[in-house]
């Protein structure tokens, strides 16, 4: 290609993703935008709680995902992920300290995801 014809390829690619997006339903640009911050990662903190306590804190989580069924378009009532199960719950990764998944049902309220504050 000459360096005449890059350029124009490129405008072009950009042009038919930008039409291609126009295209899509909002539903559809949002899980593109979330599969991108998914890719991205979030380094999110995911506390459950009882009694008001702290009992159990995943660390480094790059997304919780909703799990979706294998056949049909329904969701399962859950939500999964991967994260560092911080054992002694110091908000950080220690040597003994590894990366589990784990699953939390959508019934559940007494657990708060939001993104790391550190990062």
Do not use: H
Not at 37 to 55: D, P
């Amino acid at each position: 290609m000459t360096k005449t014809t890059l350029p124009l390829t490129r405008l072009l690619i950009l042009l038919l993703l930008s039409v291609a997006m126009l295209g899509c339903t909002q539903e559809t640009q949002n899980k593109i935008g979330r599969s991108l911050q998914n890719w991205t990662g979030a380094n999110g903190v995911l506390e459950v709680y009882s009694g008001g306590k702290v009992v159990k804190r995943f660390i480094k989580i790059d997304k919780l995902s909703t799990a979706t069924a294998t056949s049909g378009d329904m969701n399962r009532p859950y939500r999964f992920a991967y994260g560092v199960l911080d054992s002694n719950l110091n908000g950080e990764q220690d040597g003994n300290e590894r990366k589990v998944y784990f699953e939390i049902s959508d019934y559940s309220t007494n657990y708060v995801f939001y993104g790391d504050p550190g990062t």
